[in-house]
């Protein structure tokens, strides 16, 4: 059996932590026995990624098909910055339709959800995000929900900066059993959110 594959895709201007925290629940994942493989990947061959505040980090390959697809947030509210880079530029948003139409579970995290509503993801579904963006995902037609996490099946969101721990840890529960994803928690020394959905 293949074990599942996480991808967490990185841009310049993304958010630390909208990254790195899903990152470590899904690698304590599968330290606790999660059938799971977990990188860090761009889109396009790098040696560095700086994020918004200024951390460079190493990627570990490029976006391939990924079992779950993660879409950090950062930078929404700055000019040529971020996911409104690449939401601007729109490569990313076309890679992450093209993941979901070949069957990834694509979920975002902070203002990543507009890169998700950018690919048509979002419309009609209930969707979270920083309260920074609500305004502009509600004009994507999605709709906007005041919850840290909201799974609505192969398309998950999570609203601000720290509600990616509880969205890798919802997965990890959805995907694993409870019993992973509560080691994980108390390892972490975390208390859960509740998902919405």
């Known amino acids: 059996m293949?074990?599942?594959?996480?991808?967490?895709?990185?841009?310049?201007?993304?958010?630390?932590?909208?990254?790195?925290?899903?990152?470590?629940?899904?690698?304590n994942a599968a330290h606790a026995g999660a059938d799971l493989e977990v990188d860090l990947v761009?889109?396009?061959?790098?040696?560095?990624?700086?994020?918004?505040?200024?951390?460079?980090?190493?990627?570990?390959?490029t976006l391939g098909r990924?079992?779950?697809?993660?879409?950090p947030g950062g930078g929404w509210t700055s000019a040529n910055e971020g996911v409104r880079a690449v939401v601007e530029d729109g490569v990313l948003p076309d890679r992450v339709d093209e993941c979901y139409a070949e069957g990834s579970t694509v979920?975002?995290?902070c203002t990543g959800?507009?890169?998700?509503?950018?690919?048509?993801?979002?419309?009609?579904?209930?969707?979270?995000?920083?309260?920074?963006?609500?305004?502009?995902l509600e004009a994507h037609a999605a709709n906007?929900?005041?919850?840290?996490?909201?799974?609505d099946g192969d398309v998950l969101t999570?609203?601000?900066?720290?509600?990616?721990?509880d969205l890798a840890l919802w997965l990890?529960?959805?995907?694993?059993?409870?019993?992973?994803?509560?080691?994980?928690?108390?390892?972490?020394?975390?208390e859960r959110g509740e998902v919405f959905g």
């Open 42 to 61: 761009t889109l396009d061959e790098t040696d560095l990624v700086t994020a918004s505040h200024d951390l460079r980090v190493e990627p570990q390959g």
């Open 158 to 165: 999570a609203g601000g900066v720290t509600s990616g721990l």
């Open 144 to 151: 906007v929900v005041d919850e840290r996490v909201v799974d």
């Open 172 to 190: 990890v529960e959805r995907e694993f059993g409870e019993d992973v994803a509560s080691e994980v928690s108390e390892e972490m020394a975390y």
């Open 66 to 71: 990924p079992d779950i697809l993660l879409v």
């Open 2 to 27: 293949t074990a599942t594959t996480a991808e967490i895709v990185l841009f310049d201007g993304f958010d630390e932590l909208d990254a790195i925290g899903p990152y470590e629940v899904l690698e």
């Open 113 to 136: 959800a507009m890169v998700l509503a950018e690919a048509d993801l979002l419309e009609g579904r209930p969707a979270a995000t920083h309260r920074v963006a609500v305004d502009d």
């Open 107 to 109: 979920a975002s995290v």
